[in-house]
């Protein structure tokens, strides 16, 4: 599971079972805040107030969709 920190909205957190406990996946320094998340199975798109962006690896690293 992953999801935009509720105390923190540059950080993505992600939990192994099943949301009991949550560790930082990542913490944007140059997407600015995450507004929204998509996990479609093969990558994940995050909606940032930098622009759209996409991850293949679980939300490790980011690449910018668009332009």
């Not at 935009?4 to 993505?12: E, G, N, T, V, W």
């Not at 009991?20 to 199975?41: E, P």
Request: charged share 25%.
């Amino acid at each position: 599971m992953i999801r935009i920190s509720p105390r923190d909205a540059r950080k993505l957190e992600f939990s192994v079972n099943g949301g009991c406990i949550w560790q930082t996946r990542c913490i944007s320094t140059i997407y600015g805040k995450f507004l929204d998340l998509n996990d479609s199975g093969n990558e994940i798109l995050a909606q940032t107030e930098k622009g759209l962006y996409a991850s293949n690896n679980a939300g490790r690293t980011w690449l910018r969709r668009g332009n």
